[in-house]
């Protein structure tokens, strides 16, 4: 997949939805699609079709005919939506600080104690690999 990691990815809640299933099975047609997110009252055929269609036309989604029907697989990968959306949200949000929002986390009591010890040893893993400690 291409990288997408320079420019901005935006992705409305439908939209990742969508991605999602796409993601999920790798290609999905738009009846796959409109079939996985049908819990309960879910978007119209036509309504996921017109999604698909602009999130190709944004480049993060390419199709292929297999017996006259649009397959669709990703252009872009789940870990580079992340990342932009965590990088634009650090931006608008907390000021480019890491520890705004990791203060935030922990002030809104979303960061549970295996939580702190994961980031606690992915820190030190990641510190090792490049030779240097955090304090």
């Given at each position: 997949m291409p990288k997408h990691r320079d420019s901005k990815i935006r992705l409305g809640r439908l939209e990742?939805?969508?991605m999602s299933v796409v993601w999920g099975r790798q290609q999905a047609s738009?009846?796959?699609?409109r079939d996985a997110l049908a819990s309960g009252k879910g978007p119209a055929y036509s309504t996921i079709l017109t999604m698909?269609?602009?999130?190709?036309a944004k480049g993060y989604l390419r199709h292929k005919v297999k017996d006259r029907a649009f397959i669709y697989?990703?252009?872009i990968s789940r870990e580079d939506v992340r990342h932009n959306a965590i990088g634009d949200m650090l931006e608008r949000l907390?000021?480019?600080?890491?520890?705004?929002?990791?203060?935030?986390?922990?002030?809104?009591?979303q960061l549970k104690p295996k939580d702190r010890q994961a980031i606690r040893?992915?820190?030190?893993?990641?510190?090792?690999?490049?030779?240097?400690?955090?304090?």
């Open positions: 990742l939805r969508i738009v009846h796959e699609v698909m269609r602009k999130l190709e697989h990703a252009t907390f000021n480019g600080s890491p520890s705004l929002l990791m203060a935030s986390l922990a002030e809104q009591e040893r992915l820190l030190d893993e990641l510190a090792t690999e490049k030779g240097k400690t955090h304090d």
